[in-house]
């Protein structure tokens, strides 16, 4: 693979197992060769192939179940490649990161694509490669042409070539898409003096639906500070909703603010910084974060939390 830009980030196109190793692990291995820092994030199974074919030198690769590190796919930027290419500030980085597979459903795809066009923005002018498979039997047409918008280099049966439909940020925008909650769902209207109202509702809601005892803390939590977020950054008010939807509780906060930055909760802020990190927790703490920000519209978000 021809590196001539400090970021690299090609998708691969596999069909079966065979063409899978043939395009991740001689890749993993250049790296290790080169002394590179290498990660893989994918899911299991194909973790099991790359481990098994790596034999000894798996114990050289950090491997993560994508499945499981990104289940929320506004998580994987900043704690699974951010996480491991910031632990590795010199030298080129190499990480394999699969965060669209088969089992995906429809409402999680729409993040999946923005985080696979904003990770050519969060890693602009950095020395890092990321390279993406793409099971092309199992996926939708339609999942790979967007793969072929979001990705600068497409990959297919040991070719290698320049997408002419490169287009991250029309990607971004095109997934931009109005989020409605169900009609009969109740809404609470909530001011900074009534933040403790709310975080509380929305819990004895939450708990209500049937969400387990242990997930409730970190639902308050997000709740907590997507709200807060609205009184600052929302023209100090906003409207709370929470619905059960397909075995999860929906938490929607809608305010009249927009967020601008399309990383926002996706880049790790500095040490030093204080605050700014409230969206980024949510993202830690949901198994799914959709968002839709536009100008006169406002914000709506909506936290999804597996019961």
Not at 108 to 123: D, S, T
Not at 200 to 229: I, K, P, W
Not at 274 to 284: F, I, W
Request: glycine share 8%.
């Amino acid at each position: 693979m021809t590196e001539t830009e400090p970021f690299v980030h090609p998708a691969l196109f596999y069909r079966g197992e065979r063409e899978y190793l043939a395009g991740t692990v001689p890749f993993l291995l250049e790296g290790l060769d080169a002394g590179e820092a290498v990660a893989v994030a994918v899911p299991e199974a194909n973790l099991e192939l790359i481990r098994g074919e790596l034999g000894a030198r798996a114990a050289q690769v950090k491997l993560l179940d994508m499945t499981q590190v990104g289940r929320n796919p506004g998580r994987i930027i900043p704690r699974v490649l951010r996480a491991f290419a910031d632990a590795h500030p010199t030298g080129r980085v190499r990480i394999i990161g699969e965060p669209i597979w088969a089992g995906r459903t429809p409402t999680e795809y729409p993040a999946c694509v923005q985080h696979e066009a904003l990770i050519n923005l969060a890693f602009q002018g950095r020395e890092v490669t990321i390279l993406c498979p793409y099971d092309a039997v199992s996926l939708e047409e339609t999942v790979l042409a967007d793969a072929y918008a979001t990705h600068p280099t497409i990959i297919e049966a040991g070719t290698e070539g320049t997408s002419a439909a490169y287009a991250p940020e029309a990607v971004i925008s095109r997934y931009n898409e109005p989020l409605r909650a169900p009609d009969d769902v109740p809404q609470m209207r909530y001011a900074a003096q009534t933040l403790p109202d709310v975080r509380h509702y929305a819990t004895r809601r939450a708990a209500a639906l049937g969400m387990h005892e242990s997930r409730l803390q970190d639902f308050a939590l997000a709740v907590a500070e997507l709200t807060t977020n609205s009184v600052v950054h929302g023209q100090g008010s906003g409207e709370l909703r929470v619905w059960l939807q397909d075995g999860s509780v929906v938490c929607e906060v809608r305010d009249a603010g927009l967020l601008a930055d399309p990383l926002a909760g996706r880049r790790p802020p500095p040490p030093e910084q204080r605050g700014g990190r409230g969206l980024l927790m949510v993202h830690v703490l949901a198994d799914l974060v959709r968002i839709h920000t536009a100008p006169g519209e406002g914000t709506t978000i909506h936290g999804y939390f597996h019961c």
